[in-house]
C-alpha cells in the first residue's frame, strides 16, 4: 500500500481521526505492512538455507512479526469508533514483536542479506508503532 493510498482512504473516509496524528496514523499503517511483507518474505528465504535448521526461531519469530503486523495495519485502518484500549495494545504487540523478530533477523544479519533486511524493516516498524503510540497520550 503507498503512502497516497493510505492517506487518500484516511481522507476519504467519514469519520474524525479523533485527535490522532495523521502522518504517524499513516507512517505506522505502511511500516506495519512493509514488515509484514519483508518478514514473510525473510522466513521463506531461511527456509531455502542450506542451514534452515539452525534458523527455525528464525522463522518462526518472521511468521509471529507478519502475523502481528498485519493484525495491526488492520486495526488501524479501521476509524469507525476505534477503542483506544485495544489501539495501545496492538501497538504495544506490534512495537515488542518488531524488536524480537529484529534481535532475531541481527543474529543472522552477517550470513543471511535477507536477514539484515527484514531487522532493519522491523526497527522501523517498531519505532513507528512506539511514536504512534507515544503521542496517543
Known amino acids: 500500500m503507498s503512502t497516497t ?18 502522518d504517524k496514523l499513516v507512517r505506522c499503517i505502511e511500516e506495519c505492512v512493509a514488515c509484514a511483507q519483508t518478514c514473510t518474505a525473510c522466513a521463506d528465504a531461511c527456509l531455502a ?21 498485519t493484525a495491526t495495519a488492520a486495526v488501524l485502518s479501521r476509524r469507525t469508533d476505534p477503542d483506544p484500549g485495544i489501539t495501545r495494545a496492538v501497538l504495544t504487540a506490534c512495537a515488542a514483536v518488531c524488536k524480537a523478530c529484529g534481535d532475531e533477523c541481527a543474529r543472522h544479519a552477517d550470513r543471511h542479506e535477507h536477514c539484515r533486511v527484514c531487522a532493519e524493516a522491523c526497527r522501523r516498524c517498531e519505532q513507528a508503532c512506539d511514536e504512534l503510540l507515544a503521542s496517543l497520550g
Open 49 to 69: 538455507e542450506d542451514m534452515v535448521a539452525e534458523l527455525t526461531k528464525c522463522v518462526r519469530t518472521d511468521a509471529d512479526c507478519a502475523d502481528i503486523c
Open 5 to 22: 493510498t493510505v492517506k487518500e482512504m484516511l481522507a476519504a473516509h467519514p469519520a474524525d481521526l479523533g485527535g490522532v496524528d495523521r
